[in-house]
């Protein structure tokens, strides 16, 4: 769905439409979940609930289009996963893996290697420092410009592309040291 | 011998030999933004990165594996909000800011009543016991002989006979209440009042005094006019001015009409056509709401009902298109 079309979406929402609820919540929660996956969240769907929940019920507050109520959902998403981490007290965990299996089916064989590659991409990511992976995962997952990023994570446009740019070159060693699977 | 050899102390760490580094980041071009910017969205890369393969690669990877499921199965409480489609509830800070608006005020109350010195105290707890009584004695909610009493005081058996004259006020209050006020039944309904009262004075030309409907004031008004015509009535109007009732016209000493106002707009028709607003005036819908969903994907649905049926793009009717939990 492109952005214009979402624009009016948005607007319904904010005027109370059931159908429009439901339709951000199929068009979003995919790349909000997996983007609190990718952060190793420990309860991923439940949380993108709460993001949901918590967008709807505060969108009087919300004023913009629709990349703006994608920007304002992901800064939900980035402060509950950041209570999240805060309750359990301990380094962000990898999700655990079956519920990135459950996400692909058909040939056996093609879920193994899907899987392989999921491990793959997971255990590079969880080799970053988290503000470097927290970046990246906003800037390719959620396609949040630069200064869209800056307002999540709270910090300025500058801080925002040297952390890109630092964990895109620590990626890219890795990634060369690894190779990529053919 | 060169000057490293000649400085070299054999008790300090020796140097690394110069070019050590061809691994490390120096072998690397810097990533300009545009090409950061190229990566990130997965897009062709710039003209000699294709070094840069491997990193597009993998950040394609990342989307693939972490955006490419449905949605989640929304828990139990989202699945009811986005089913009753209700509109956004009051925003915490309004809650907070009322909750503080009722803390300034209790303790702007509690700091007065604790300065206050002990008269200004006494002073306060009558008024709140009038204020209180006074507001249950209007309500008819005292105990019988205290009721009694309080209407003597107050004259609320005047009020509570009200004469026919208040019945007309009050029917204009009501129909300008309900918003149905017609100009033209008014008027007409005025003026064959004042000519009844005219036929009732015996177009003598004397003056309603009692405009509140008080028969008892009225028949003091006459009384006092016939013995002194001259004097303004000592007794003063018992009944409070019944709602609505100065619309009715006055009359001149010779029992012409005199127009209360300006002329209604009923005299020529319908307030309506005078800019009331029509009943039923769709005030509902906020300014900028789409009148219906997006083209194309509801097209024929109504937004605030359910959810379009069958639409391509959409969820079937009834189902969405969530992931099913096993």
New interface residues.
């Given amino acids: 769905m492109d952005d214009g079309t979402l624009d009016d979406v948005v607007a319904a929402a904010r005027a109370g439409a059931s159908w429009a609820f439901e339709r951000l919540y199929v068009e979003l929660a995919p790349t909000v979940a997996g983007y609190l996956r990718s952060q190793g969240a420990a309860e991923p769907d439940d949380l993108t609930s709460e993001v949901f929940l918590a967008a709807f019920r505060n969108l009087g507050r919300f004023s913009g289009d629709a990349a703006g109520f994608r920007s304002w959902l992901f800064t939900i998403a980035h402060r509950r996963l950041t209570d999240e981490r805060r309750r359990r007290g301990r380094r962000p965990a990898t999700a655990p893996l079956e519920d990135v299996e459950g996400l692909v089916a058909g040939d056996v064989e093609l879920e193994a290697l899907a899987s392989i590659g999921t491990a793959r991409v997971q255990r590079i990511l969880d080799a970053l420092p988290a503000d470097q992976r927290e970046v990246l995962a906003l800037r390719i997952l959620a396609d949040l410009t630069v200064d869209q990023v800056a307002a999540v994570v709270g910090k300025s446009p500058g801080a925002v592309k040297a952390l890109q740019r630092r964990g895109l070159a620590r990626l890219r060693r890795m990634t060369e040291r690894e190779g990529m699977p053919s | 011998v060169n000057g490293s050899q000649r400085y070299f102390d054999p008790t300090r760490t020796p140097g690394a030999p110069a070019g050590d580094d061809q691994d490390e ?1 120096r072998t ?1 071009r810097m ?1 300009d ?1 545009r090409t ?1 910017e190229a ?3 997965g897009r062709s890369l710039p003209e000699g990165r294709e070094e ?1 393969h ?2 597009a ?3 394609a ?3 693939a ?11 139990d ?2 699945a009811a ?13 309004t809650r907070r800011t009322s909750r503080m608006r009722a803390q300034t005020l209790r303790r702007v109350v509690v700091t007065k009543l604790a300065t206050a010195g002990l008269l200004a105290k006494a002073g306060m707890a009558v008024a709140a016991t009038a204020t209180v009584v006074g507001g249950v004695g209007a309500a008819g909610a005292l105990p019988t002989p205290a009721q009694d009493a309080f209407d003597r005081a107050v004259g609320n058996e005047a009020r509570a006979d009200l004469p026919e004259e208040a019945g007309f006020g009050q029917d204009v209050s009501t129909d300008a209440r309900d918003g149905g006020v017609d100009g033209g039944e008014i008027s007409d309904e005025a003026r064959a009042r004042a000519e009844e009262r005219r036929d009732d004075d015996g177009g003598n030309g004397e003056v309603d005094a009692t405009e509140a409907g008080s028969e008892r004031g009225l028949e003091n008004a006459r009384e006092r006019t016939a013995d002194t015509p001259a004097r303004v009535p000592d007794e003063t109007p018992v009944g409070r001015p019944a709602e609505g009732e100065n619309r009715a016209p006055e009359t001149t000493p010779n029992g012409q009409e005199i127009p209360a106002g300006p002329p209604a707009a009923g005299d020529e028709g319908d307030l309506d056509a005078a800019g009331t607003p029509p009943e039923g005036t769709p005030g509902g ?2 300014e ?3 009148a219906g ?2 083209d ?3 097209e024929g ?1 109504q ?6 049926s069958g639409t391509p ?3 079937p009717s009834g189902t ?3 992931q099913s939990h096993p």
């Fill in positions: 980041m690397h990533l933004e950061v990566v990130l969205a840069l491997d990193l690669a993998f950040c990877d990342v989307r594996t972490f955006d490419g499921a449905p949605a989640p199965a929304p828990s409480e989202l909000f986005i089913a009753a489609g209700t509109a956004a509830e009051p925003t915490p800070l819908q906020p900028g709401t789409p969903p997006p194309g994907v509801n649905e937004p605030d009902e359910a959810p379009p793009g959409g969820p969405p298109n969530y």
